[in-house]
């Protein structure tokens, strides 16, 4: 009988789902039309070099494309990114499960993460400029720091909420330490590490761009300083536009299903 | 109606070929200067119910987890099937079943079954093939794939004991595990646990706070006063089975143990 209406009542989740789907996209088309009509109304009346109009960037945007460096450019920033956010998870994923698993620890280096936190990206960049030169450590080095503290500050709050019943069922088990943070500690801490990890990535992209400005001679941020030196606005729009979708790509292609996935486990709200 | 007639204090010795799973000796344990249990001794022979009742505050709870290895007693011994010590080296395998059903939320109901064997290293597929025969004891036949958050209380209790009887344990402790449910679902479990007993041949230790439910199930029953933990009274239960809780012997014996308490 419980089987039954799990079988109809999921039948008519679909159903329900499908619909909500269908209203979300049409609510999203809408916006969209909303911002194409006021950034066209507001390019009207405003010198291109400006405020240039929808049809002058789009043009600008197949230039880029044709130009030839536009990949480069756009999968060096890339790689740079990845690379930062992959070191920042692959340091504070495990720091943060140590000193939210250790309440003395914990309380030591508390202090140092609010200073951490509290240093401009730009400082980074400045001291990565000194420390690194122009090359590619420079813009890892400011993402690094910038994803970094995120990460950790997320994992480490998640450790510090894991149930202490499920540790006592473990240790009835006879299970290892190492085994408990595996079993326990980890999938405690997934849903934390995410909303961290996808905190620290998007701080990553924006601080990039910061760090290509002053440290590369390649790469999104480096053009985009390029463009806006020659007073080449609509490259600049260019480029703005495509950072916007390539995020919105990575957030409902990658984290997104990701998230629905690994979390698959949670009662729907 | 004669139960508590017959009922031997536990001084007045037995034969001494009787194998016990668990003997406890002078148990004290204090947590700062509050004294919790002030020499308790009790045993329960081997594929016998025992259970612990007192009021609450009397250190039930503790004297389980003493026995099951989680707390450490000051003074006294514990003897499991008559080895004294360490029970990490213990080759028994003792299973423990908590108050609240603890279910892992990320895990679906056969995953959380076979927590109870990812301490030791053994084949995926025989991990899987030994949960999914506990689940059909338990009659949790057909979800197993469900997630803890889909089943009502009664059923996330059974899957508490599925995961508790994988391991195939000599011995089951419980910690008032039926507490949260409703009455019937309550009496239910009582059957399904005594079913799974005779099948499994297992000796169960259980704290409580409900005399009935101690009747119902236990061969012998301690009666612990509180404060600090005593042993008032060791009754042994020969009532035939099954025990329904409104017949008049099963009553009689739930008033007399209650006016102990």
Same mark, same amino acid.
């Given at each position: 009988m419980a089987s039954l209406s799990t079988v109809r009542s999921s039948a008519s989740d679909r159903s329900a789902r499908l619909a909500g789907v269908a209203g979300m996209i049409a609510q999203r088309a809408a916006l969209l039309a909303v911002f194409l009509v006021v950034w066209w109304l507001a390019a009207l009346r405003v010198p291109a070099f400006i405020l240039p109009g929808i049809g002058k960037t789009w043009d600008a945007l197949r230039e880029l494309i044709a130009s030839g460096t536009f990949g480069d450019d756009l999968g060096i920033t890339l790689y740079r990114v990845v690379a930062g956010f992959a070191l920042a998870a692959l340091v504070g994923t495990p720091l943060g499960v140590v000193l939210g698993s250790n309440r003395r620890l914990g309380q030591f280096f508390d202090p140092l993460l609010s200073v951490v936190n509290t240093v401009s990206a730009a400082i980074w960049a400045i001291f990565a400029l000194i420390w690194f030169?122009?090359?590619n450590g420079t813009t890892i080095f400011v993402v690094f720091m910038e994803a970094m503290p995120l990460i950790l500050t997320n994992v480490w709050q998640g450790a510090q909420g894991v149930n202490a019943e499920y540790i006592e069922l473990a240790r009835s088990f006879q299970m290892s330490r190492a085994k408990v943070m595996t079993k326990i500690y980890l999938p405690t801490v997934l849903p934390h590490f995410f909303s961290g990890a996808r905190l620290a990535f998007g701080f990553g992209w924006r601080v990039s761009l910061v760090a290509e400005t002053i440290g590369s001679s390649n790469g999104v941020g480096y053009r985009l300083r390029q463009a806006a030196d020659l007073v080449q606005t609509d490259q600049v729009f260019a480029w703005t536009l495509t950072l916007i979708v390539m995020m919105v790509v990575v957030e409902y292609g990658i984290l997104k299903p990701l998230e629905n996935r690994l979390f698959r486990w949670k009662r729907r709200v | 109606m004669n139960a508590p007639h017959n009922a031997l204090a536990f001084t007045q010795d037995r034969p001494a070929a009787v194998r016990n799973a668990v003997e406890v000796a002078h148990v004290s344990k204090q947590f700062g200067k509050l004294m919790? %249990? @002030?020499d308790i001794s009790l045993s329960a022979p081997a594929g016998s119910v025992l259970a612990i009742v007192g009021a609450s505050g009397c250190g039930k709870s503790t004297l389980l987890n003493i026995i099951a290895g989680l707390a450490r007693a000051d003074r006294g011994s514990v003897t499991i099937d008559g080895a004294t010590g360490d029970r990490s080296h213990d080759t028994r395998v003792i299973s423990y079943m908590f108050? *609240?059903? /603890? %279910? !892992?939320?990320? /895990?679906?109901i056969a995953a959380n079954t076979e927590f109870g064997l990812e301490a030791r290293p053994m084949r995926a597929s025989e991990r899987r093939e030994r949960s999914l025969e506990v689940l059909k004891m338990t009659g !949790? *036949?057909? +979800? @197993?794939?469900?997630?803890?958050? @889909? !089943?009502s209380g009664g059923m996330r209790s059974r899957v508490a004991l599925a995961r508790s009887l994988v391991v195939k344990p000599y011995m089951l402790l419980m910690d008032e595990? +039926?507490?949260? !449910?409703?009455p019937q679902m309550r009496s239910q479990m009582h059957a399904e646990l005594l079913r799974i007993r005779d099948q499994l041949k297992m000796t169960i230790v259980f704290v409580t706070h409900d005399v009935e439910e101690a009747i119902v199930l236990a061969d012998r029953i301690v009666v612990l006063k509180p404060r600090p933990g005593r042993v008032r009274d060791v009754l042994d239960i020969d009532l035939p089975r099954p025990r329904d809780p409104l017949a008049a012997d099963v009553a009689e014996a739930v008033r007399h143990v209650r006016a102990l308490i």
């Open positions: 030169g122009i090359s | 919790v %249990l @002030e108050q *609240e059903d /603890r %279910l !892992l939320p990320w /895990r679906t !949790l *036949e057909g +979800f @197993e794939n469900a997630y803890p958050h @889909e !089943l595990p +039926f507490s949260k !449910l409703d």
